[in-house]
């Protein structure tokens, strides 16, 4: 569950409202994770979900060393070491609190989506 967080991922178009189910747990793979999008277009929101055992953390999809999406292939974001790995620039996030441990963008992090585990679902939590 993620916690703490900056609203300006809500003010995005297209953002999902609190509440909004997102997909079931076990849709989101520990090796990869997922990525959604809400809307079409430039505009659209892309976030991604990573998963590690019953703990679920959601982020904008965007580096924040270019504002690139993180991933160059659908659903690939976790890399072997089990971080958050950009593939454009090899950036590596945390997946606990999406903080850059290595990379360009050492020292900055992903913005994070308030995400809740709801029994098998994983929905918006409140801003």
């Known amino acids: 569950m993620s916690t ?10 297209h953002a999902p409202e609190p509440g909004t189910v997102l997909c079931r ?11 959604l999008r809400f809307g079409d277009g430039k505009q ?9 055992g019953e703990s679920v953390w959601g982020y904008v ?8 999406p993180v991933n160059a292939r659908p659903d690939t974001f976790v890399n072997s070491e089990g971080l958050i790995m950009c593939a ?5 996030f945390r997946l606990e609190d999406g903080h850059c441990i290595d990379g360009p963008c050492e020292g900055l992090a992903l913005k ?3 995400v809740q585990v709801d029994g098998a679902s994983i929905r918006i939590g409140a801003a």
């Not at 747990?25 to 990525?35: I, K, L, M, Q």
């Not at 659209?44 to 590690?52: D, G, Q, S, Y």
């Not at 999809?61 to 690139?68: A, M, R, S």
Request: aromatic fraction near 14%; hydrophobic fraction near 40%.
């Open 112 to 114: 994070p989506v308030p």
């Open 61 to 68: 999809n965007q580096c924040p060393h270019f504002k690139v």
């Open 44 to 52: 659209a929101f892309e976030m991604i979900l990573v998963r590690r």
């Open 4 to 13: 703490g967080f900056d609203r300006a991922w809500h003010e995005r178009p």
């Open 25 to 35: 747990v076990d849709a989101v793979p520990e090796a990869s994770g997922r990525g």
């Open 88 to 92: 454009w620039h090899y950036a590596k």
